[in-house]
């Protein structure tokens, strides 16, 4: 899987989440969420961001390879 990108279309982050951009994720602003890719290499850093700053109430779905990853914050 080396290599490979992730993709997460983020709802319930505030923006904050860009500062992941200084660590090698890739972020556009969309509204009042955000479109992150970044390396197969990341995806424990962004686990990690996710479950300390997600809102309550949402969830974060992120493709990793073959693979959805859903974290969940209630």
Request: negative net charge; glycine residues 10%; aromatic residues 18%.
């Amino acid at each position: 899987m080396k290599g490979q990108t992730c993709y997460s279309y983020a709802m319930g982050f505030d923006e904050n989440v860009l500062l992941l951009e200084r660590d090698g994720f890739e972020i556009k602003k969309d509204g009042e969420n955000y479109c992150v890719s970044f390396g197969i290499d990341l995806a424990d850093t962004w686990e990690e961001f996710v479950r300390t700053n997600l809102k309550n109430g949402y969830w974060n779905e992120y493709l990793k390879g073959e693979n959805a990853v859903f974290i969940f914050n209630t």
